[in-house]
């Protein structure tokens, strides 16, 4: 954290000194950092005690690793399942995120598209798409769509 933002805080804390150093993804050497700071911080209503570095230049505040685990904003993932996912996680993520997955796609009340006739319509070029040849697919369909780029290959009984 900057130090000059750290002035503007409400409540002030003590400055610890450290001996460790700072470095990051650049190829700046690294830098001591003024010192160490407790900070409260408010997350989803509960104050988390977490340090914070205070440096003399001016730059993004970061918060550390052990904060983000703690905070839990990220989870580590010990292994990848290429199978659907069940019911039951499909449900916990529809719960976890009722705001997004909520309601009919629609923006409530009356909207009005208006098009400029002096812009040029663009017409976008076909992708061709090239498929291996594979037995289960010696005979198949396949579906376009005209407002994404993503297509569909699927099996269709022969005769």
Known sequence: MPYSTFLTLTYLSHIRPTSELLSGYTDASPARPRGVATLKINYKGKFYKTDFYIVNHETSVIVGLPTCIELNLIKRIDYI??????????????????????????????????????????????????LPYSPSLSSFSIKWSRTAFSSVATNRPTG
């Open 81 to 130: 399942s290429s199978g659907m996912p069940s019911n039951n996680d499909v449900s916990a993520l529809l719960t976890e995120f009722a705001d997004i997955f909520s309601g009919t796609g629609e923006f409530p009340g009356e909207h009005h598209i208006t098009i400029d006739p002096a812009v040029q319509p663009v017409i976008h070029a076909r992708v061709p798409l090239r």
